[in-house]
Every structure is written in structure tokens, then in C-alpha cells.
């Protein structure tokens, strides 16, 4: 549902905002992890530890930036007839590319990762991203744009991993963070572990927005004089 | 024979593609409002998955022993007119199906289980009818686990929750009770 939002809700022109937010935004305000949740199956099943988090996030901020700025190089010879096909075959060769580089450098994050680095051709923020963005914007602003969200995205699965992987093996990115004595919760590096830390880590952000909002909208500040007569009634 | 069967209840329960691999979460959070609509996704996903696999062990056999190398690629192209074309024939043959199923017919494109199914049935060297019984055991597996989520959600819509765990965060934690469930089938069948 929320990949079909971010492909309809897409603005029909170029980008007008100043170049610095093309980049911000994909970091914080339109998250591809939190706030859009694209590209769920990657967050869940390769985050048992922050070193998968990192290879992953690497392998697909390379794919967003090669395929990003492919398409928006070529965004005025692609008929839009063909433009989905296109986009997925533009990615579908930096994928191999991405499979074959990790492979020949980082063999032992490549194996983790296993089929999930093949995969990233049917992550819905790629196709989402060139749709959206790539196929109406300029090269520079699509390279910007295509660096903020592979940011966000790599920060995303850390944040997720780091959960998984501290408690469930007491590390961090492979440091021990928590004390001997702390009994790993074996869960964690399973699979429900990964449904479990994403549903706590929104759980979280859901209700600190909320929070937020809540404090944003008060009338007035509660001092110790406007809760004086509220007690007063309460008390009866 | 007990190969097959092997094959089948392990793709179907064992390596549940969505509950214990994380692959096609889009449509499990997506679809599964309403179970009737869930099965049917479920079925439209199985169809997929059995042209998929026969054309995976055709390209196998014959395109990708020559270029390995354009394997992600020939896959993705298979899939993407696969689908289009189930979709011309959904829409020939059961207009209703093609109104309720909607913009997820076509978005099965993306749904990485279809993708996945290549990949493990290429890594896994599995023939013709090995991988006809693979995609039929991953189709199962869909079917049941789209059709479990849609069921939990259904009663879910009753009870009382706090908004703030409305939405994804609560579809999440349903979703790892059920994961959790099928960690009962580890175990089972590790003979091969």
C-alpha cells in the first residue's frame, strides 16, 4: 500500500525545493524505512547484526545512485510506454553489478546476505525513487536525492540491527557493549526477533510523534497555578 | 517421490517464504484486510510462482549456462511479462477477480518472493520438476500465511487497542507471533 502512495502522490514537476532538502529529506522527513516503509523485506531479515545492516545499505544506496542518475540522464529518451520496464532493467543491471563487486570484496558479508543482494531489484524504493523523483529531475538533483535516501535507508537497517544484535548476542558492530553476565536473547537472531524489533522500534517513533504532537498543540503551558483549581475539583 | 514431498512441505512450512525468509512483505501488510481477498491474492501469487519456476529451468537449461552473468536481469524480464501477461488474462476471464485484486496484480512484479524462487531454484540446482513442486509448496505457503494474517486481522478490528499501536507497528507484532508459530516446524524434516 505504501509503495502505490509514493508512486501516486508523486509530484508531476521537477523539484523545486533547494538542493540541500532534495538530499535532507530522504535522511529524516521521508525516511525509505520509518516514515515511507519501502523495502521491508531487506529491514527484517538481514538486520540480525549491524555489519548485514551496513553491507546491505551500502549495496543499495550504490544501485539508487547508479540506476538514479542512468535514468535521469536518459529520463527525456525513455517512452513512457516502457518507462516501468526500462527502470527495472537500468536496476536490474547495477544489482549484478552490486552482486559482483560485494561478492569479489566482501565474501563473508556477501554469503550472509545471500539471495537478499539479488533481491534489491524487488525492493520497491528503487522503482519508486526513479518514478518519483529520477524521471523529472536534472542529474545533479537526482544524484542528491538518490545519496539522502540511500542514507536513510542504511540508517534505517542499523537502527533496527542494532536493537537485534545487542540483544540478542550483547554486541555491537561485533564490540561487547553489554555486561558478561547479560543471558542473549536467542529470539533476537531468529526470525520473529526481526517482526518483533521493527514492530518496537515504529511502536517507539509512533508514540514519540505523538508525544510531540500532543506537546505542540497544548493551550498553555501547565504551571502549578492553573492546576491548582483542577485538583481543587478533583479533590471535591 | 519423497524427494518431492520433502520439497514441497519444507517450501510450504519448514522455510514459509514469508514468515521465516521475510520475502513478499508488501502484500502480507498490504492485502491482508480481508481474508477472502487474501486467498485469492495468495492464488494469483501461486500461478505466478509455477510460470516463474518453468521458465526459470527453461532459461537454466538453456540461456544463462552461456551468460551467468545476465541472470538477475533475464529473471526480472521473465517475471515482469509473466505477470503482464496474467494480468490480460485475469482481466479476459474474470473481470471481478481484476476489479478486487486491483493495483496488486500488477505490483506482483515486485513481490520478492517471485524473484526468490528463481534464485533458490537456480542455487539449489533443482531440475524441471523439482522446481514445479518448489513454486507449489511456496504457493501454499503464501496461501496460508496471507490467509492466518487476514483472519487475526479481521477479529483484530473488534478489540480494543491503543491508537498509538494501531497500524504497522500492530500488523508487525501479529506477524511475529506468527513466525513465531512456524518456528515450531524447524526441526521437523531436516533429513535430505
Known amino acids: 500500500m505504501h509503495d502505490l502512495d509514493s508512486l501516486h502522490a508523486a509530484p508531476s514537476g521537477p523539484s523545486t525545493a533547494p538542493p540541500f532538502q532534495d538530499f535532507i529529506k530522504g535522511v529524516w522527513k521521508e525516511n525509505p524505512v520509518f516514515a515511507q516503509m519501502l523495502g521491508m523485506c531487506p529491514t527484517m531479515a538481514i538486520t540480525n547484526s549491524v555489519m548485514n545492516a551496513l553491507a546491505m545499505g551500502l549495496a543499495t544506496t550504490f544501485v539508487l545512485f547508479g540506476s538514479g542518475v542512468f535514468v535521469s540522464i536518459f529520463r527525456k529518451r525513455i517512452a513512457s510506454e516502457v518507462r516501468i520496464t526500462t527502470y527495472i532493467l537500468i536496476i536490474a543491471a547495477f544489482v549484478q553489478i552490486a552482486d559482483m563487486g560485494l561478492e569479489a570484496t566482501m565474501p563473508v558479508s556477501h554469503k550472509a546476505l545471500g539471495p537478499f543482494i539479488a533481491l534489491i531489484v524487488a525492493n520497491c524504493l528503487l522503482l519508486a525513487r526513479q518514478e518519483s523523483f529520477s524521471a523529472r529531475n536534472t542529474v545533479w538533483r537526482s544524484a542528491l536525492d538518490a545519496l539522502g535516501m540511500g542514507i536513510g535507508f542504511t540508517l534505517g537497517l542499523s537502527v533496527v540491527g542494532a536493537v537485534r544484535e545487542i540483544l540478542g548476542q550483547g554486541t555491537w558492530l561485533g564490540f561487547r557493549v553489554m555486561p558478561a553476565s547479560f543471558e542473549p536473547w536467542v529470539i533476537m537472531n531468529l526470525p520473529p526477533g526481526g517482526f518483533f524489533s521493527f514492530g518496537f522500534v515504529l511502536l517507539g517513533l509512533a508514540w514519540w510523534t505523538e508525544r510531540r504532537t500532543r506537546r505542540a498543540t497544548m493551550k498553555f503551558p501547565v504551571t502549578l497555578a492553573t492546576a491548582e483549581p483542577l485538583l481543587e475539583r478533583a479533590r471535591g | ?192
Request: proline residues 2%; aromatic residues 10%; contains cysteine.
Open chain 2, 1 to 192: 517421490m519423497s524427494q518431492h514431498l520433502w520439497i514441497f512441505f519444507s517450501a510450504m512450512l519448514v522455510n514459509n517464504f514469508t514468515l521465516v525468509m521475510f520475502l513478499g512483505l508488501c502484500s502480507f501488510i498490504g492485502v491482508t484486510g480481508k481474508v477472502s481477498v487474501a486467498v485469492r491474492l495468495g492464488l494469483a501469487d501461486t500461478f505466478v510462482l509455477l510460470i516463474t519456476s518453468i521458465s526459470a529451468s527453461i532459461l537454466n537449461k538453456w540461456v544463462l549456462v552461456h551468460a551467468p552473468y545476465l541472470r538477475i536481469i533475464a529473471f526480472i524480464l521473465v517475471i515482469a511479462s509473466m505477470v503482464q501477461i496474467t494480468e490480460m488474462a485475469v482481466k479476459k476471464w474474470s473481470p471481478t477477480l481484476f476489479r478486487e485484486l486491483g493495483i496488486y496484480l500488477p505490483l506482483i512484479t515486485t513481490n520478492c518472493a517471485i524473484l526468490a524462487l528463481a534464485i533458490f531454484q537456480t542455487n539449489r540446482g533443482y531440475g524441471f520438476l523439482e522446481g514445479v513442486t518448489f513454486a507449489l509448496g511456496a504457493g501454499a505457503g503464501l496461501i496460508i500465511a496471507l490467509s492466518l494474517m487476514a483472519s487475526v486481522r479481521e477479529r483484530l478490528e473488534l478489540a480494543d487497542i491503543p491508537t498509538v499501536a494501531r497500524g504497522t507497528a500492530l500488523v508487525l507484532f501479529v506477524a511475529g507471533g506468527l513466525s513465531l508459530a512456524f518456528m515450531g516446524f524447524s526441526g521437523l524434516l531436516t533429513a535430505q
